[in-house]
């Protein structure tokens, strides 16, 4: 196992002692990722450099720099500064770890222009040397999963929803080209919400009944998270459209094609907006947080429905069967808040 095993790297997150999730720090802009090479824990920690291109209005104020990479003591709990990436690079929104590589991949937001993925090599003194960066196919970067046996990334862009999908490199872990497929569930058409740019229009941290409203204009693609057991079941949270997209992954070609559909919650007036899907480490349970309504959706996972999907995928059989079909079936729909507690200045995050 190479000294920075993986761990995970959200927006907003809790630290916990199974080192699964990540540390927030209090700046409001930031987020950050944190391995462990033994005696000598690293955190990795990105911020936004320009609000204006953002489709939310963060707290706090701009980052100088993107990327800061600290020394972390679970002991006393204190950070040293051991490296500050100095390329200009915006709003940081993302950060993966390769599960047997040193390196990490991160991607940039900007609703104007395409996002980047950048892969960063790590450094036994914990410098980042950039290694490859590729165009991330669409606007508002927001995601990166790495498919089971590393032949690929792949990336979510919230603003116009987008799916890419990247080749690695099986050597060092670099993103090499071109792109092997992208799909667009607009299918072309233009957005029907008015474009925020340089911080105007529509800011999407406001949870009021016009924001969302206007927030659920068009698809938003928050996510994309692998099935734990095959891998071949891609599931994407949209939060434009209150439902949770499954699709076929092949790995070999890199190619995507939707399956099924779900409502991400209860049926009610209310808008849901799935953001994050997390499946349970030994049950056959999948957990989806609704940033509007302020739930957890709980679902169950058909193994068997899964096995019979990648059986006949890779016979070259088609896979129209499964179109109206799911892998996933709500069993329970959890309050996080409340229910006098004013859901306008609150959303879920994680």
Not at 29 to 38: K, L, M
Not at 71 to 76: A, C, W
Not at 275 to 289: D, E, L, S, T
Request: proline share 6%.
């Amino acid at each position: 196992m190479p000294p920075y095993p993986i761990i995970q790297e959200e927006k907003i997150t809790d630290f916990d002692d199974r080192s699964t999730n990540t540390l927030f720090s209090n700046r409001g802009n930031t987020s950050g990722a944190w391995a462990d090479p033994g005696e000598n824990e690293l955190l990795v920690v990105s911020s936004y450099t320009d609000f204006d291109n953002l489709a939310h209005g963060p707290r706090g104020t701009e980052g100088k720099h993107s990327l800061h990479v600290y020394r972390f003591n679970r002991d006393d709990g204190s950070l040293v500064l051991m490296h500050v990436v100095m390329d200009k690079i915006m709003n940081v929104a993302f950060t993966r770890f390769h599960p047997r590589k040193n390196v990490i991949y991160t991607c940039t937001e900007d609703i104007e222009n395409n996002g980047r993925v950048i892969a960063f090599k790590i450094q036994p003194n914990g410098k980042l040397e950039k290694i490859s960066e590729q165009d991330s196919g669409g606007t508002s970067t927001c995601y990166i999963t790495i498919d089971h046996d590393q032949k690929n990334i792949l990336v979510v862009n919230y603003w116009d929803s987008t799916l890419c999908v990247l080749p690695l490199n099986p050597q060092n872990g670099s993103l090499v080209g071109p792109t092997k497929y992208t799909y667009d569930p607009k299918e072309g058409y233009d957005m029907k919400s008015s474009t925020r740019v340089r911080g105007g229009g529509c800011n999407h941290s406001n949870n009021d009944v016009s924001t969302i409203q206007e927030r659920q204009l068009d698809p938003h693609s928050h996510a994309l998270v692998l099935d734990p057991f095959i891998g071949c079941i891609a599931y994407v949270p949209d939060l434009g459209k209150d439902i949770i997209r499954e699709f076929y992954f092949d790995q070999e070609s890199g190619r995507i094609e939707s399956l099924g559909v779900l409502p991400s919650g209860q049926y009610s007036d209310l808008a849901d907006g799935p953001r994050y899907i997390q499946f349970h480490p030994h049950f056959n349970i999948a957990y989806v947080v609704n940033e509007l309504s302020s739930t957890i959706a709980v679902f169950s996972v058909d193994r068997n429905k899964i096995n019979e999907i990648s059986k006949v995928a890779q016979n070259g059989k088609s896979l129209n069967p499964f179109k109206s079909e799911t892998t996933l079936s709500l069993i329970q729909s959890i309050k996080t808040v409340p229910e006098a507690f004013p859901t306008a200045i609150n959303t879920c995050g994680r």
